[in-house]
């Protein structure tokens, strides 16, 4: 493949995960609404394709059976964190409920696009799939990628089998569990910590002056200035392997009107799951914000940081779900020396100046038309020029906010063009 196809295969147009975000709203929270109305206006994260299926909210109360003695998730609280034995369970009860509704199915549907003719209702009898939108994510030639027919040749078989790898099977969901501690929760608890040393002080010296201090930390609580999120993010991914492809494609596939192979699809509670893979919690009580904001736009700061900082550590701690991403510019001097690289990713991403990147050529095999990724290089951020792409962080004027993209050195390997792309870290699928 030449530079300039690499450069054609495009910075913009290059294969993402996919993603559906929800959330756990807990009803019972003096904050629980303002979380959940802010959380509804986040767009999905940038660097990956929006698979969203309807469902965003998950109410609490709907878990049952995960605490001993009442409904809901083991929830975080001021004060107290989540052992690792209750963060399994509501990760695990959280898988259940959502194979419970068939999520899995939904998932797959979007990607083939099961929809009828009546687009006011859903019909089963005009009801048809198609793969316009694997085609439009996968890079692939609309004429090319024709599922009869590829079902028919080695080529086209090993067609789809990519598409199956490289797409339907990195499809995720996550769902953040968020509550919150505020100035008031830190001085009410500040206020009884007191409370208990001043009682000991009056005991042994006698007078009031532990009372009297118990009650000047209570006048330091102001009811929202001190709103930080804390969040538990669970990670779960589509299940899609050749086996469950094979049946899919059979038993179900159509791109004529054929009412029952479309009921059998839907009416499947069995074949399409997803499964729980990770997890990771974000808390930073030091996190400052300098602009002055509403409440709602607040909590809004808050969740859409906290999403982005847990997704980026799960990008390092889950290998499927890490985060592709093309090199944006090779920035030359007048005489045509590489001075550094660009690429869009920065502070959201989870860049450190410690992190390293692999840079890969991603490569279609012409006799099976599978793809596969060669490693070209290593990449390590400049010291300085990490990027600020945090939510909002350009209006905080945060350190790094100015810049575009952040700007990296080559530490080892071969050329580097526009268009290839950077994966943090080690990678399986890359072939050395």
């Known amino acids: 493949m030449s530079a300039q196809d690499v450069v054609n295969d495009g910075i913009q147009r290059y294969r993402r995960n996919a993603i559906a975000t929800m959330m756990v709203h807990h009803s019972e929270d003096e904050f629980g609404k303002d979380i959940k109305d802010a959380y509804l206006e986040i767009p999905t994260p940038d660097k990956y394709d929006n698979h969203d299926v309807g469902l965003k909210v998950l109410e609490s109360e709907w878990f049952s059976g995960v605490k001993p003695k009442e409904k809901g998730l083991y929830k975080a609280v001021y004060g107290k964190n989540l052992s690792n034995a ?87 969901i996550i769902v953040n569990d968020m509550t919150y501690v505020t100035a008031e929760q830190k001085a009410a608890a500040a206020k009884a910590a007191l409370a208990v040393l001043g009682g000991i002080a009056d005991a042994f010296l006698g007078g009031s002056s532990g009372r009297q201090l118990a009650s000047t930390a209570g006048a330091i609580a102001d009811s929202f200035t001190g709103f930080k999120v804390r969040n538990h993010s669970y990670l779960f991914q589509l299940q899609w392997n050749d086996s469950i492809a094979a049946v899919f494609y059979k038993d179900y596939y159509t791109e004529t009107p054929d009412e029952e192979k479309i009921r059998s699809f839907i009416q499947n509670d069995s074949l399409f799951k997803i499964k729980y893979v990770a997890h990771e919690y974000e808390y930073d009580e030091n996190s400052v914000l300098k602009g002055k904001y509403d409440r709602h736009d607040l909590v809004k700061i808050n969740c859409t940081r906290s999403q982005d900082k847990n997704i980026s550590q799960l990008q390092v701690k889950y290998e499927d779900f890490k985060l592709k991403t093309p090199v944006y510019q090779v920035v030359r001097n007048e005489k045509g020396k590489v001075l550094y690289y660009k690429a869009k990713v920065g502070l959201k991403d989870g860049v450190k100046p410690t992190s390293k990147f692999q840079v890969v050529q991603r490569i279609i095999d012409p006799k099976t038309n599978k793809s596969r990724y060669k490693y070209v290089a290593t990449l390590k951020p400049i010291k300085g020029k990490i990027w600020d792409n945090r939510y909002m962080a350009t209006e905080e004027h945060e350190e790094g906010s100015e810049l575009d993209a952040t700007q990296f050195k080559k530490s080892s390997g071969g050329e580097i063009y526009e268009g290839m792309l950077i994966i943090e870290g080690k990678y399986s699928k890359v072939e050395q």
């Open 86 to 172: 209750e963060i399994e369970r509501n990760g695990i009860a959280l898988e259940n409920f959502l194979n419970k509704t068939n999520i899995g199915m939904y998932m797959v549907a979007k990607w083939f696009n099961l929809s009828s003719q009546d687009s006011s209702e859903f019909n089963y009898s005009t009801a048809t799939f198609n793969t316009e939108l694997i085609q439009q994510r996968g890079l692939y030639d609309a004429t090319a990628f024709d599922v009869d027919m590829a079902r028919h040749t080695i080529r086209g078989d090993a067609m789809l089998a990519d598409a199956g790898e490289e797409l339907i099977s990195q499809s995720f």
